[in-house]
Every structure is written in C-alpha cells, then in structure tokens.
C-alpha cells in the first residue's frame, strides 16, 4: 500500500512546478489554512485568489510594479503613441492617484492571463474613469488625448506572479521546518510560527496607501485611496469593477 501523501506534500510538488496555474495552488492552501484553522492564511490565498478591489485589504507591496503612463493621440495632422504623460498633463484632482507605479489589484489568474496575451508586447492597462479623463487632458488645444493607459512590460506581471509563488515555497519550507518527520499535517501552532517567518501577509506601510485597479484597454476600473483603515475615494464617482 503506498503511503498517504500529506496536504503538505501535495502543496510542495504542485509550487515547485513552474508549469502550474497559481490558482489552484492557492486553493489548496485555502484548505490547508482550515483545516490548520489560520485565518490569515486563508485570507491572504483568497485574497489573490479573488483579487484586492473592493476590499478593506491593503495591495501588497509585491504588487506595486514600474509602469509607465503614456497616452495616444493627435497633435495637429500627426498622430502620436505612448507618448510618457507628465504630471502636469493630469487634472489636479488625479495627480495623486496616477503615476508611473502601478498597483495591481486583480486576481492572479487574471494576471497570468495578461502575462500570457502579449509575451512580446506591453500590457495596456486603462486606469479609472480613463475615457473620461482624456476629454479633459483634451482641453489642450494643441492635441487631442484619445486614450490613456499604463504600458507594463510582461516581465514586470511574471514578477508579480514569482512573488506569490516566492512566498508559497517559503510557506511549505517553514512548515517543513516546523514539523518532525512522519506528521502528515501542521497543526495550527506550527501555521502560526511558519507565518512568523515570511512575509506572506503583507502590505504598504505608509500612511496613505493608493490603490489602482485596472482594466484592459478602454475598460473601465477604479481607483481608491486607503488612508489607515478609512477609504477615501479618488474620484467620487467611480463605481466598482
């Protein structure tokens, strides 16, 4: 009779395999954390699992990548592309909230399928209200924005995802650590020291946290800014995803 694999070893084999989607991974230790009973392990494996919007959940810092903000448009007779956009072309009232750092609030299975799209080409991610703010950027006489956008580089989404999956092997070293050889499974105690050593349930520690959801292309997001616990929105109209 072949032994009985434990969750952990389960759990080890499918992280190791850099071929495996994140998601189902992560619904194993959505599992894992139950029967452990941690709740901020199963909060941090749904949380990536569901994505960060909508939620009191501050974005993780392993989600805050370099992107640049560009529009396209027209400036006379001539078109122009992902022309970088300066502080000074948004609003006032966006200036804060927009920039060359993106935070990624999506799922992770979202990203991997964004990383995956375009392996040679950047990723357009729309900001909040973007249609909107391009008719006011508009108000320049001397061009006309029609879209406005991030451009992230694919490597800097398979970052994001290598962090996540980082973690979950630092997850299953330090349970390893934690438990004697022949248990099967942790108990809560050993969860709870594993946790102590990693930094899987992370997020920003600055007083002012901005959160920037995204959308492809043209789509529509939002965007929030979190300052402590008290939500403060960027655009007062904005609606969820």
Same mark, same amino acid.
């Given at each position: %009779?072949?032994?009985?694999?434990?969750?952990?070893?389960?759990?080890?084999?499918? #992280? /190791?395999?850099?071929?495996?989607? *994140?998601?189902?991974?992560?619904?194993?230790?959505?599992? *894992?954390?139950?029967?452990?009973?941690?709740?901020?392990?199963?909060?941090?494996?749904?949380?990536?699992?569901?994505?960060?919007?909508?939620?009191?959940?501050?974005?993780?810092?392993?989600?805050?990548?370099?992107?640049?903000?560009?529009?396209?448009?027209?400036?006379?007779? @001539?078109? @122009?592309?992902?022309?970088?956009?300066?502080?000074?072309? !948004?609003?006032? @009232?966006?200036?804060?909230? /927009?920039?060359?750092? *993106?935070?990624?609030?999506?799922?992770?299975?979202?990203?991997?399928? /964004?990383?995956?799209?375009?392996?040679?080409?950047?990723?357009?991610?729309?900001?909040? $209200? &973007? &249609?909107? !703010?391009? #008719?006011?950027?508009?108000?320049?006489?001397?061009?006309?924005?029609?879209? !406005?956008?991030?451009?992230?580089?694919?490597?800097?989404?398979?970052?994001?995802?290598?962090?996540?999956?980082?973690?979950?092997?630092? /997850?299953?070293?330090?349970?390893?650590?934690? %438990?004697?050889?022949?248990?099967?499974?942790?108990?809560?105690?050993? #969860?709870?020291?594993?946790?102590?050593?990693?930094? =899987?349930?992370?997020?920003?520690?600055?007083?002012?946290?901005?959160?920037?959801?995204? &959308?492809?292309?043209?789509?529509?997001?939002? &965007?929030?800014?979190? =300052?402590?616990?008290?939500?403060?929105?960027? @655009?007062?109209? =904005?609606?969820? $995803?």
């Amino acid at each position: %009779m072949r032994p009985r694999r434990s969750r952990v070893d389960r759990l080890e084999d499918d #992280v /190791l395999d850099a071929s495996r989607p *994140l998601a189902p991974i992560l619904r194993q230790v959505i599992a *894992l954390g139950g029967h452990a009973h941690s709740e901020p392990l199963r909060t941090w494996a749904l949380r990536e699992l569901q994505g960060y919007e909508g939620t009191d959940v501050p974005i993780p810092d392993y989600r805050r990548i370099p992107a640049p903000l560009v529009m396209d448009g027209l400036a006379g007779r @001539f078109r @122009f592309r992902q022309q970088p956009v300066s502080v000074f072309d !948004l609003p006032d @009232f966006a200036r804060e909230a /927009l920039g060359d750092v *993106l935070r990624l609030g999506q799922s992770v299975g979202q990203i991997e399928s /964004l990383s995956a799209r375009r392996p040679d080409q950047s990723v357009q991610l729309a900001p909040a $209200m &973007a &249609a909107e !703010l391009a #008719v006011i950027m508009s108000q320049d006489p001397s061009r006309q924005v029609l879209r !406005l956008y991030w451009a992230v580089h694919p490597s800097a989404l398979e970052g994001v995802l290598d962090q996540v999956r980082t973690r979950l092997v630092e /997850l299953v070293g330090e349970l390893r650590a934690a %438990m004697p050889y022949g248990q099967h499974d942790p108990t809560p105690d050993q #969860v709870a020291q594993a946790l102590q050593n990693i930094s =899987i349930i992370t997020g920003d520690n600055s007083s002012v946290t901005v959160t920037a959801p995204v &959308a492809v292309a043209d789509r529509h997001g939002s &965007a929030r800014a979190e =300052i402590g616990k008290t939500t403060r929105r960027v @655009f007062p109209w =904005i609606s969820g $995803m």
